[in-house]
């Protein structure tokens, strides 16, 4: 993997043994910091290569979230696999997983027996409620939470909850993973020491919410919390597509107003406030509405230009060929041995000291540098083949057969 020795992470080696987004995710944001991170999956892979794709060669779903990472197939059951570990474990920094609490210890990868292999390690555990508490076993998923910590309800209705769509509890909680790793290794510089660092996307759920969990001394439990400002705020049909407006502040309604043809509206004082607005939405939507059927969604967002904080309402793939993508160079191609040549998220955060020479490299195949990791060990290419023939480790080629069967 090349990344620029100036990258705030240089030097720094990542074992990755969780699954699925949040934990995967974080650590492919250590390996946009510059970290050098492994991937180590079970005989079976990780479940997300599993997941429905329009892709034929691999999850479109894998390949976003494992950018920038080595790959290793290990069975950690095995006696030969747990030493793998083990010797990866004494040249690592930080190791990460999202198994339930009650696993670890059965695994022997609880930080209590890793930190005594190697005092300096960064233990992570992400987990679905924490580790502790009586529910701290129980199988968390982004969605799962999401119902669980009120998000539903916040999002529809008391007769209709909503899923918000695309993993945003986990890829929140990624960030949490990220974040919760570099400060641990921060502080290592000081005292010299790792520790347990702990993310769930219980925290992450309620973390999304922290603008309605504010519950004052003497105040009714069941009350709105809703911090929508309302009003003119939202999702609007134009004469061609949809068109996002958020207009709160005193110029942006004025500009709104003078700009869609309705200047009267922004003179009368009965909607001079955001809270006048809300509560008469019912008189100044319909207007609003009525003036934005002269154009284009693409129109007016011109029209607004900087006046008016507005989107047209685009698709994902449209970004893909975005100018503003493009220049701040957040999707970049990628090459991958079975899907081919594709563009991918990348380097979300800018740091002036660090040159990126190089695209980060795509996510790993089953196993793909599973010999490679383990002469970079010091393991001999007869222990190699010793450990392939049992099972114990699993490269690319073995696991592609087993994919063909």
């Known amino acids: 993997m090349s990344t620029p020795s100036s990258a705030p992470l240089s030097g720094i080696k990542v074992l990755d043994l969780s ?5 995967p995710y974080g650590c492919s944001l250590l390996s946009d910091l510059g970290a050098e991170v492994i991937k180590i999956e079970p005989p079976d892979g990780d479940n997300l290569r599993k997941y429905p794709s329009t892709l034929e060669a691999e999850s479109r779903a894998f390949l976003g979230v494992n950018r920038g990472k080595t790959g290793l197939c290990l069975d950690l059951k095995s006696t030969m696999g747990y030493e793998v570990l083990a010797r990866l474990v004494r040249e690592a920094d930080v190791l990460v997983h999202n198994f339930r609490p009650s696993v670890p210890p059965r695994l022997k990868i609880d930080f209590e027996t890793l930190s005594r292999i190697n005092p300096r390690l960064v233990y992570c555990s992400m987990t679905g409620y924490g580790n502790s508490g009586p529910l701290a076993d129980k199988a968390g998923y982004d969605q799962v ?9 916040s999002q529809g209705s008391a007769d209709q909850p909503e899923i918000v769509y695309g993993s945003a ?10 974040t919760g790793v570099t400060a641990a290794l921060y502080q290592r510089e000081r005292s010299g020491e790792g520790q347990e660092v702990s993310v769930s996307l219980l925290g992450s759920a309620l973390a999304m919410q922290s603008a309605r969990l504010v ?8 009350i709105e919390r809703d911090m929508r400002s309302g009003g003119i705020t939202g999702i609007h049909p134009t004469k061609s597509g949809h068109l996002y407006i958020s207009a709160n502040a005193p110029h942006f309604w004025n500009a709104l107003c003078t700009l869609s043809g309705v200047p009267e509206l922004a003179a009368n004082e009965k909607y001079d406030t955001v809270k006048k607005r809300a509560q008469h939405a019912g008189e100044i939507v319909p207007v609003i509405r009525q003036a ?3 154009k284009t969604a693409m129109e007016w967002e011109e029209i607004f230009g900087v006046s008016v904080p507005c989107s047209a309402v685009r698709r994902v793939e449209d970004m893909f060929d975005d100018a503003q993508v493009a220049d701040q160079g957040f999707v970049v191609e990628q090459r991958h041995p079975k899907a081919g040549a594709y563009k991918g998220v990348a380097r979300l955060i800018k740091f002036s000291a660090a040159q990126h020479s ?7 195949l089953l196993g793909q540098h599973s010999r490679e990791i383990l002469r970079a060990l010091r393991y001999s290419e007869e222990q190699i083949r010793a450990a392939l023939d049992s099972g114990a480790v699993i490269d690319a080629a073995v696991a592609a057969g087993a994919d063909d069967s």
Do not use: R, T
Request: net charge negative; proline share 10%.
């Open 19 to 23: 699954a699925y987004i949040a934990g």
């Open 145 to 153: 939470l999401q119902a669980y910590s009120g998000i539903c309800a």
């Open 169 to 178: 509890v986990d890829y929140y909680a990624a960030s949490m993973v990220a």
């Open 215 to 222: 519950m004052a001394e003497g105040e009714p439990k069941h």
């Open 292 to 294: 934005l059927q002269a």
């Open 358 to 364: 190089a695209p980060p490299c795509s996510a790993p």
